[in-house]
């Protein structure tokens, strides 16, 4: 089974600078896929970036980008030019096959990111 | 085009209650996958569907089950209530069966259970 690993419950930043999210999961398997997810207090889980395993280049979407470490089974999402909106809940999840064709998201337990006026 | 709508959006039930939780996917979509979201599991896996079949089925009793329509909408039921059942639960669509699709998530269904 797949788990993934969020270290930090809880980070700060302040408006404008830059803040990294740390995330590692374990799998035995060669291709599959990487999500960050974010769930500002509305609770509505929207997509920020996904990762293919099979590219070796980094996703990048906007102010959001990701260093994936293949090897090293770690998957860390950097914010650029911090904005207010970005305070949320943050979740790293990671899409692997699960038999009959299925394809489940495994998440981790989430990172509670504040931005700071 | 629309997203994925899950009604009701919240629901108080007493215990030994059962419920149901709708599910509209985004037109289109024919893969629908629910998730319980509590404080201390986090996201959980429950079910997915595509083509009114379930294809995988997370660690949870009997007393959850699910179904989806020709037209992709899906139902979620859970038998029995118990207290621990109080959750937010979340309905995720994607075009199809596959790890490259992208699942979009509605904004939940809170289920408080007395």
């Known amino acids: 089974a797949q788990t993934v690993t969020q270290s930090q419950p809880e980070m700060s930043v302040q408006e404008a600078e830059t803040v990294t999210l740390s995330c590692t999961y374990d799998t035995s398997e060669n291709n599959y896929y990487l999500f960050w997810y974010k769930q500002p207090p509305s609770r509505q889980m929207i997509l920020v970036i996904r990762?293919?395993?099979?590219?070796?280049q980094n996703a990048t979407e906007n102010r959001f980008s990701v260093n994936f470490q293949k090897a090293a089974k770690s998957f860390s999402l950097k914010i650029s030019d911090s904005q207010l909106g970005d305070t949320a809940m943050y979740f790293c999840a990671f899409r692997g096959y699960s038999g009959a064709g299925s394809y489940q998201l495994t998440f981790g337990k989430g990172t509670k990111l504040s931005v700071i006026p | 085009k629309a997203g994925v709508t899950q009604t009701p959006r919240y629901l108080i039930k007493t215990r030994g209650q059962q419920v149901t939780l709708s599910c509209s996917p985004i037109?289109?979509?024919?893969?629908v996958s629910w998730y319980q979201q509590t404080p201390g599991q986090g996201l959980q896996f429950l079910f997915e569907?595509?083509?009114?079949?379930?294809?995988n089925k997370g660690n949870f009793p009997g007393r959850f089950s699910g179904r989806q329509f020709s037209n992709s909408r899906s139902e979620m039921n859970v038998s029995t209530l118990e207290l621990g059942d109080s959750a937010l639960y979340l309905c995720?669509?994607?075009?199809?069966?596959?790890?490259?699709?992208?699942?979009?998530f509605g904004p939940g269904t809170r289920l408080l259970v007395l």
């Open positions: 037109s289109g979509h024919r893969s």
């Open positions: 990762q293919e395993a099979y590219k070796q």
């Open positions: 995720a669509s994607s075009l199809a069966l596959g790890g490259h699709e992208t699942q979009y």
């Open positions: 569907y595509f083509s009114e079949t379930q294809r």
